[in-house]
Nanobody
Framework: QVQLVESGGGLVQPGDSLRLSCAAS????????MGWFRQAPGKEREFVAS????????HYADSVKGRFTISRDSSKKTVYLRMNSLKPEDTAVYYC????????????????????WGQGTQVTVSS
């Protein structure tokens, strides 16, 4: 099983951009569907974006579609979340998640589907 470590969070102003990284360690990565979730204070963890381990498939929550982009570099065992036009409502702890799967086109959509999680990185959008 892989271990996941997020980085790249911080305090930014509305309209700014950030790129989160999720580095995976372990023997295998290429058969992991990967995703990003977030959790704001007092709210449940919610889906943000996901990427299949092959085929280049991606899926986004409606709230971030057109602003966020998920990508993966298998050679570096790293998944990224590029966040543009950030809004105060994007403030949350962002978690990287993974699920080992035999389906190259599987996309994470729910938190319960994930096998492994990172520790989270705080993103705060405030003026």
């Amino acid at each position: 099983q892989v271990q996941l470590v997020e980085s790249g969070g911080g305090l930014v102003q509305p309209g700014d951009s950030l790129r989160l990284s999720c580095a995976a360690s372990g023997r295998t990565f290429n058969n992991y569907a990967m995703g990003w979730f977030r959790q704001a204070p007092g709210k449940e963890r919610e889906f943000v974006a996901s990427s299949s381990w092959a085929g280049g498939l991606t899926h986004y929550a409606d709230s971030v579609k057109g602003r966020f982009t998920i990508s993966r570099d298998s050679s570096k065992k790293t998944v990224y979340l590029r966040m543009n036009s950030l809004k105060p409502e994007d403030t949350a702890v962002y978690y990287c998640a993974g699920k080992t799967t035999g389906s190259a086109y599987f996309l994470l959509r729910e938190a319960w589907e994930s096998d492994t999680w990172g520790q989270g990185t705080q993103v705060t959008v405030s003026s």
